[in-house]
Protein backbone atom coordinates (compact mmCIF):
# COMPACT_ATOMS: atom_id res chain seq x y z
CA UNK A 1 0.00 0.00 0.00
CA UNK A 2 1.58 3.11 -0.80
CA UNK A 3 2.07 5.19 2.29
CA UNK A 4 0.17 8.49 2.53
CA UNK A 5 1.15 11.73 1.77
CA UNK A 6 -0.32 14.77 2.21
CA UNK A 7 -0.82 16.47 -1.36
CA UNK A 8 -2.93 18.44 -1.47
CA UNK A 9 -6.68 19.26 -2.51
CA UNK A 10 -8.63 20.97 -5.09
CA UNK A 11 -9.44 24.48 -3.74
CA UNK A 12 -13.13 24.63 -3.05
CA UNK A 13 -13.48 27.82 -0.91
CA UNK A 14 -16.65 29.66 -1.93
CA UNK A 15 -18.34 26.13 -2.52
CA UNK A 16 -21.39 24.82 -0.58
CA UNK A 17 -21.16 21.49 -0.44
CA UNK A 18 -24.05 18.87 1.68
CA UNK A 19 -23.12 15.41 3.16
CA UNK A 20 -25.63 13.03 3.89
CA UNK A 21 -25.18 10.74 6.67
CA UNK A 22 -22.31 12.86 7.81
CA UNK A 23 -22.91 11.25 11.36
CA UNK A 24 -21.27 8.07 10.19
CA UNK A 25 -18.10 6.76 9.77
CA UNK A 26 -17.66 7.25 5.72
CA UNK A 27 -19.77 10.39 5.45
CA UNK A 28 -17.49 12.00 8.17
CA UNK A 29 -14.36 11.18 6.62
CA UNK A 30 -16.39 12.86 2.88
CA UNK A 31 -17.28 16.04 5.29
CA UNK A 32 -14.25 16.34 6.74
CA UNK A 33 -12.25 16.42 3.26
CA UNK A 34 -14.88 18.70 1.71
CA UNK A 35 -13.77 20.86 4.48
CA UNK A 36 -10.48 20.39 4.14
CA UNK A 37 -10.50 21.91 0.61
CA UNK A 38 -12.67 24.93 1.66
CA UNK A 39 -16.17 24.19 1.24
CA UNK A 40 -18.47 24.75 3.90
CA UNK A 41 -20.44 21.60 4.58
CA UNK A 42 -24.06 21.13 5.85
CA UNK A 43 -23.43 18.03 8.63
CA UNK A 44 -26.44 15.87 7.89
CA UNK A 45 -27.51 13.37 10.61
CA UNK A 46 -30.74 10.90 11.43
CA UNK A 47 -30.11 10.10 14.49
CA UNK A 48 -26.28 10.54 15.44
CA UNK A 49 -27.21 14.59 16.07
CA UNK A 50 -24.26 14.25 18.65
CA UNK A 51 -22.07 12.65 16.31
CA UNK A 52 -22.80 15.52 13.36
CA UNK A 53 -22.16 18.15 15.74
CA UNK A 54 -18.97 17.02 17.06
CA UNK A 55 -17.82 16.47 13.54
CA UNK A 56 -19.14 20.34 12.71
CA UNK A 57 -17.32 21.73 16.18
CA UNK A 58 -14.10 19.58 14.99
CA UNK A 59 -14.42 21.09 11.44
CA UNK A 60 -15.30 24.54 12.86
CA UNK A 61 -11.43 24.25 15.02
CA UNK A 62 -9.43 23.85 12.36
CA UNK A 63 -10.76 27.02 10.44
CA UNK A 64 -13.48 25.63 8.51
CA UNK A 65 -17.21 26.17 8.22
CA UNK A 66 -20.00 23.76 9.40
CA UNK A 67 -23.72 23.25 10.64
CA UNK A 68 -25.27 20.10 11.18
CA UNK A 69 -29.06 19.34 10.27
CA UNK A 70 -31.12 16.75 10.28
CA UNK A 71 -33.41 14.32 7.84
CA UNK A 72 -35.01 10.95 7.31
CA UNK A 73 -33.92 10.63 3.86
CA UNK A 74 -36.72 7.97 3.41
CA UNK A 75 -39.08 10.69 3.29
CA UNK A 76 -38.71 13.06 0.62
CA UNK A 77 -40.22 16.16 1.64
CA UNK A 78 -37.11 15.78 4.50
CA UNK A 79 -34.79 15.56 1.63
CA UNK A 80 -36.31 18.76 0.35
CA UNK A 81 -36.24 20.42 3.57
CA UNK A 82 -33.00 19.47 3.91
CA UNK A 83 -30.91 20.78 0.67
CA UNK A 84 -33.19 24.12 1.82
CA UNK A 85 -31.06 24.45 4.83
CA UNK A 86 -27.95 24.80 2.18
CA UNK A 87 -29.63 28.00 0.63
CA UNK A 88 -30.77 29.68 3.54
CA UNK A 89 -27.53 29.51 5.74
CA UNK A 90 -24.79 29.88 3.05
CA UNK A 91 -26.60 31.11 0.04
CA UNK A 92 -26.02 28.01 -2.54
CA UNK A 93 -25.60 24.62 -2.77
CA UNK A 94 -22.47 23.22 -5.38
CA UNK A 95 -21.85 19.71 -4.60
CA UNK A 96 -24.20 16.92 -2.57
CA UNK A 97 -22.83 13.52 -1.10
CA UNK A 98 -24.71 10.97 -0.66
CA UNK A 99 -23.33 8.63 1.95
CA UNK A 100 -26.51 7.78 4.03
CA UNK A 101 -27.11 4.41 4.10
CA UNK A 102 -27.95 0.85 6.17
CA UNK A 103 -26.24 -1.97 5.37
CA UNK A 104 -27.93 -5.08 7.68
CA UNK A 105 -27.24 -8.91 6.59
CA UNK A 106 -29.81 -11.39 5.95
CA UNK A 107 -29.69 -14.43 3.97
CA UNK A 108 -31.90 -14.68 0.65
CA UNK A 109 -33.97 -17.67 1.72
CA UNK A 110 -36.49 -16.60 4.22
CA UNK A 111 -35.28 -12.84 3.87
CA UNK A 112 -38.50 -11.02 5.18
CA UNK A 113 -40.17 -8.08 2.60
CA UNK A 114 -39.69 -5.98 5.11
CA UNK A 115 -36.41 -6.23 5.35
CA UNK A 116 -36.07 -5.95 1.55
CA UNK A 117 -38.01 -3.10 1.37
CA UNK A 118 -36.18 -1.09 4.64
CA UNK A 119 -32.97 -1.77 2.87
CA UNK A 120 -34.29 -0.49 -1.02
CA UNK A 121 -36.36 2.60 0.71
CA UNK A 122 -33.60 3.96 2.61
CA UNK A 123 -30.40 3.01 -0.27
CA UNK A 124 -32.03 3.36 -3.26
CA UNK A 125 -35.40 5.67 -2.94
CA UNK A 126 -33.19 7.82 -0.25
CA UNK A 127 -31.04 8.31 -3.16
CA UNK A 128 -33.32 8.95 -5.66
CA UNK A 129 -34.97 11.60 -2.91
CA UNK A 130 -31.63 12.78 -2.46
CA UNK A 131 -30.64 13.46 -6.07
CA UNK A 132 -34.46 14.94 -7.25
CA UNK A 133 -34.25 17.65 -4.22
CA UNK A 134 -30.33 18.12 -4.84
CA UNK A 135 -30.80 19.05 -8.36
CA UNK A 136 -34.33 21.03 -7.86
CA UNK A 137 -32.02 23.46 -6.00
CA UNK A 138 -29.23 23.21 -8.08
CA UNK A 139 -30.94 23.99 -11.29
CA UNK A 140 -30.14 27.22 -12.97
CA UNK A 141 -26.49 27.04 -11.57
CA UNK A 142 -25.29 23.65 -12.11
CA UNK A 143 -23.28 21.54 -9.66
CA UNK A 144 -22.43 18.08 -9.08
CA UNK A 145 -23.82 14.78 -7.08
CA UNK A 146 -21.85 11.80 -6.04
CA UNK A 147 -23.83 9.00 -4.51
CA UNK A 148 -22.21 6.29 -2.27
CA UNK A 149 -22.65 2.80 -3.86
CA UNK A 150 -20.25 -0.09 -3.08
CA UNK A 151 -18.76 -2.50 -5.02
CA UNK A 152 -21.45 -4.72 -4.05
CA UNK A 153 -23.73 -2.86 -6.83
CA UNK A 154 -21.71 -5.03 -9.72
CA UNK A 155 -20.42 -7.92 -7.08
CA UNK A 156 -22.58 -9.86 -5.16
CA UNK A 157 -21.80 -10.76 -1.56
CA UNK A 158 -23.49 -13.23 0.88
CA UNK A 159 -25.95 -12.34 2.96
CA UNK A 160 -26.60 -9.10 0.90
CA UNK A 161 -29.41 -9.40 -1.75
CA UNK A 162 -31.42 -6.54 -0.40
CA UNK A 163 -28.01 -4.30 -0.23
CA UNK A 164 -26.35 -5.18 -3.50
CA UNK A 165 -29.94 -4.53 -5.27
CA UNK A 166 -29.67 -1.15 -3.55
CA UNK A 167 -26.35 -0.29 -4.81
CA UNK A 168 -27.04 -1.90 -8.42
CA UNK A 169 -30.06 0.36 -8.55
CA UNK A 170 -28.08 3.60 -7.25
CA UNK A 171 -25.54 3.33 -9.82
CA UNK A 172 -28.15 3.02 -12.60
CA UNK A 173 -29.82 5.80 -10.83
CA UNK A 174 -26.58 7.70 -11.20
CA UNK A 175 -26.59 7.01 -14.99
CA UNK A 176 -29.68 7.92 -15.66
CA UNK A 177 -29.32 11.33 -13.60
CA UNK A 178 -26.00 12.20 -15.41
CA UNK A 179 -27.91 11.62 -18.98
CA UNK A 180 -31.34 13.56 -17.48
CA UNK A 181 -29.43 16.20 -15.53
CA UNK A 182 -26.11 16.91 -18.10
CA UNK A 183 -28.31 19.92 -19.46
CA UNK A 184 -28.58 21.52 -16.48
CA UNK A 185 -24.81 21.45 -16.00
CA UNK A 186 -25.22 18.75 -13.12
CA UNK A 187 -23.11 16.30 -12.88
CA UNK A 188 -23.85 12.60 -11.18
CA UNK A 189 -21.07 10.26 -10.46
CA UNK A 190 -20.88 7.29 -7.81
CA UNK A 191 -18.19 6.24 -5.87
CA UNK A 192 -18.20 2.59 -4.97
CA UNK A 193 -16.14 1.82 -1.71
CA UNK A 194 -14.56 -1.21 -0.85
CA UNK A 195 -14.27 -2.34 2.29
CA UNK A 196 -13.27 0.73 4.29
CA UNK A 197 -11.98 -0.04 7.59
CA UNK A 198 -13.86 1.97 11.38
CA UNK A 199 -13.02 1.01 14.94
CA UNK A 200 -13.82 -1.93 16.13
CA UNK A 201 -14.23 -3.91 12.68
CA UNK A 202 -11.36 -5.92 12.64
CA UNK A 203 -12.94 -7.14 16.22
CA UNK A 204 -16.32 -7.73 15.30
CA UNK A 205 -15.43 -9.20 11.45
CA UNK A 206 -11.61 -10.86 11.87
CA UNK A 207 -12.36 -13.25 8.93
CA UNK A 208 -13.86 -10.88 6.71
CA UNK A 209 -10.88 -8.73 7.36
CA UNK A 210 -7.97 -10.96 6.84
CA UNK A 211 -9.82 -12.66 3.33
CA UNK A 212 -9.92 -8.81 2.11
CA UNK A 213 -6.68 -8.27 3.05
CA UNK A 214 -4.65 -11.11 1.75
CA UNK A 215 -7.51 -10.65 -1.17
CA UNK A 216 -7.06 -7.16 -2.05
CA UNK A 217 -3.86 -5.94 -4.81
CA UNK A 218 -3.23 -3.06 -2.42
CA UNK A 219 -3.27 -5.65 0.30
CA UNK A 220 -5.03 -3.13 3.33
CA UNK A 221 -8.56 -2.15 4.18
CA UNK A 222 -9.60 1.47 2.92
CA UNK A 223 -10.00 4.68 5.13
CA UNK A 224 -13.15 7.32 4.66
CA UNK A 225 -9.86 9.91 4.07
CA UNK A 226 -9.83 7.94 0.69
CA UNK A 227 -13.64 7.81 -0.71
CA UNK A 228 -13.50 11.24 1.38
CA UNK A 229 -10.54 12.41 -1.44
CA UNK A 230 -12.52 10.20 -4.32
CA UNK A 231 -15.46 12.89 -3.60
CA UNK A 232 -13.33 15.97 -3.04
CA UNK A 233 -12.06 15.41 -6.96
CA UNK A 234 -15.56 14.46 -8.16
CA UNK A 235 -16.99 17.68 -6.63
CA UNK A 236 -14.09 19.65 -8.20
CA UNK A 237 -13.41 21.90 -11.14
CA UNK A 238 -11.23 19.37 -12.10
CA UNK A 239 -13.90 16.70 -13.08
CA UNK A 240 -15.80 19.27 -14.89
CA UNK A 241 -16.05 16.69 -17.98
CA UNK A 242 -17.15 13.37 -15.46
CA UNK A 243 -20.65 12.67 -15.35
CA UNK A 244 -22.37 9.01 -15.11
CA UNK A 245 -19.24 7.17 -14.30
CA UNK A 246 -18.98 5.08 -11.36
CA UNK A 247 -15.45 6.00 -9.25
CA UNK A 248 -14.29 2.60 -7.63
CA UNK A 249 -12.28 2.71 -4.29
CA UNK A 250 -11.27 -0.59 -3.32
CA UNK A 251 -7.56 -1.26 -3.06
CA UNK A 252 -8.02 -3.17 -6.55
CA UNK A 253 -10.28 -5.70 -5.32
CA UNK A 254 -12.27 -5.34 -8.69
CA UNK A 255 -9.49 -6.12 -10.76
CA UNK A 256 -9.18 -10.00 -8.78
CA UNK A 257 -9.98 -12.34 -11.31
CA UNK A 258 -12.94 -14.46 -10.68
CA UNK A 259 -11.12 -17.80 -11.58
N1 LIG B 1 -18.37 0.79 5.40
C1 LIG B 1 -18.03 0.19 4.25
O1 LIG B 1 -17.09 -0.64 4.19
C2 LIG B 1 -18.80 0.52 2.99
C3 LIG B 1 -18.37 -0.03 1.80
C4 LIG B 1 -19.05 0.29 0.62
C5 LIG B 1 -20.14 1.15 0.67
N2 LIG B 1 -20.54 1.66 1.86
C6 LIG B 1 -21.68 2.59 1.85
O2 LIG B 1 -21.27 3.85 2.36
C7 LIG B 1 -22.35 4.49 3.01
C8 LIG B 1 -21.92 4.84 4.43
O3 LIG B 1 -21.56 3.64 5.12
P1 LIG B 1 -20.93 3.70 6.59
O4 LIG B 1 -20.14 2.47 6.74
O5 LIG B 1 -20.35 5.02 6.82
O6 LIG B 1 -22.27 3.51 7.45
P2 LIG B 1 -22.61 4.07 8.90
O7 LIG B 1 -21.41 4.43 9.67
O8 LIG B 1 -23.58 3.09 9.48
O9 LIG B 1 -23.41 5.43 8.58
C9 LIG B 1 -24.66 5.38 7.98
C10 LIG B 1 -25.22 6.78 7.89
O10 LIG B 1 -26.50 6.73 7.25
C11 LIG B 1 -27.43 7.48 8.04
N3 LIG B 1 -28.77 6.95 7.84
C12 LIG B 1 -29.19 5.67 7.97
N4 LIG B 1 -30.51 5.60 7.74
C13 LIG B 1 -30.94 6.85 7.44
C14 LIG B 1 -32.20 7.44 7.11
N5 LIG B 1 -33.33 6.73 7.04
N6 LIG B 1 -32.25 8.77 6.88
C15 LIG B 1 -31.13 9.51 6.95
N7 LIG B 1 -29.93 9.03 7.27
C16 LIG B 1 -29.83 7.72 7.50
C17 LIG B 1 -26.94 7.35 9.47
O11 LIG B 1 -27.46 8.42 10.25
P3 LIG B 1 -27.51 8.42 11.89
O12 LIG B 1 -26.34 7.58 12.36
O13 LIG B 1 -27.39 9.86 12.22
O14 LIG B 1 -28.83 7.84 12.27
C18 LIG B 1 -25.43 7.44 9.26
O15 LIG B 1 -25.03 8.79 9.19
C19 LIG B 1 -23.53 3.53 2.93
O16 LIG B 1 -24.32 3.86 1.82
C20 LIG B 1 -22.85 2.19 2.71
O17 LIG B 1 -23.70 1.32 2.05
C21 LIG B 1 -19.91 1.36 3.02
Known amino acids: MPPRQDCGLPDLSGTVGLVTGASGGIGSGVAARLAAAGAAVIVHHHRGADRAAALAAAIADRGGQAVT ?39 LPGMSVEAWREVLDTNATGAFATVQAAATVMTGHGGSITLIASVEGTRPAGGHAHYCASKAATIMLARSAALEYGGAGIRVNTVSPGLIDRPGLTQDWPDGVQSWERAAPLGTLGESRDVGDACVFLASPMARWITGHDLVVDGGMSAVPAW
Do not use: I, S
Not at 72 to 100: I, N, S, W
Open 69 to 107: ATADLTRPEECAALMAVAVERYGRLDAVVAAAGVQPVAA
